[in-house]
């Protein structure tokens, strides 16, 4: 096993204690508690994809990975996880405290390593791109619970700043010309769009990539909701649904 994807893994496991027991902490904010909780659920899951990835035949090259892992980023990870330890056991720390705080970690969790290897998994199959899809989410979950809160605007342009990890792909089925031409108008700056035109060929590009979404008009007849029974899919939107989606 990669011992660095293992170190990876290790340190995705300790930031989702650390906000497990933070939300813990707040308990009596009833919201700021579910919105850690549901951070740590998605850490331990990001603990798992390094935990695939280190056991995958396709485990990215050791010394490619060497190059992107100095002794500066293992001391910066693992100092900002003493610091965060040190800080939620004062039962004195404040939401403002622990706001800061998560914006520290995620900011040393996008070290270059995280990021070589999610730049490995984007360009590999469909289910490490899901994976790299959920941990943008991951990012995505911090930045909208801190656009409800303008007073901790500083914290917020921090978690935005952090490089993105995945452009939203999104399918279209569609065969009908003109329709394909204002779909791809309407949906283009919502992510990067793929065309097709015929079940067998929107089937066939959904076994090679990831999609974050599956749009068509329903009086296609080319292809069905049943093509998918049995198959990991996901949503899928008719179309005439694209406005309130």
Not at 30 to 46: G, M, S, V
Not at 75 to 80: H, S, T
Not at 88 to 93: G, N, Q, V, Y
Not at 115 to 138: S, T
Request: a negative charge; charged letters at 25%.
């Amino acid at each position: 096993m990669n011992q660095l994807m293992t170190w990876l893994e290790e340190r995705e496991l300790d930031i989702a204690a650390i906000y497990h027991t933070a939300s813990l902490l707040f308990a009596d904010d009833h919201d700021f508690a579910r919105f850690l909780k549901t951070l740590a659920a998605q850490e331990n899951d990001h603990g798992d994809f390094f935990h695939t990835i280190a056991e995958s035949d396709t485990c990215p090259p050791l010394e490619e990975l060497k190059q992107q892992f100095g002794t500066v980023t293992g001391e910066n990870m693992e100092g900002m996880l003493r610091t965060a330890r040190h800080r939620i056991a004062d039962p004195h720390l404040t939401k403002k405290g622990m706001i800061e705080l998560i914006a520290a970690l995620e900011f040393s969790e996008w070290n270059s390593l995280f990021l070589y290897v999610m730049g490995w998994a984007a360009g590999e199959d469909r289910e490490f791109q899901r994976m790299v899809a959920e941990i943008e989410h991951h990012r995505r979950t911090i930045e909208d619970y801190l656009l409800e809160q303008p007073e901790h605007d500083d914290y917020l342009q921090i978690i935005r700043n952090l490089a993105p990890l995945w452009q939203k792909r999104i399918l279209i089925l569609e065969d009908d010309p003109d329709m394909t031409r204002l779909l791809t108008i309407i949906m283009s700056p919502y992510g990067k769009l793929v065309v097709t035109h015929s079940g067998s060929e929107a089937l066939a590009r959904l076994r090679q990539k990831h999609f974050d979404a599956i749009i068509r008009m329903w009086r296609c007849r080319k292809w069905t909701t049943s093509s998918f029974i049995g198959r990991p899919s996901p949503s899928i939107l008719p179309s005439a649904d694209i406005s309130s989606s």
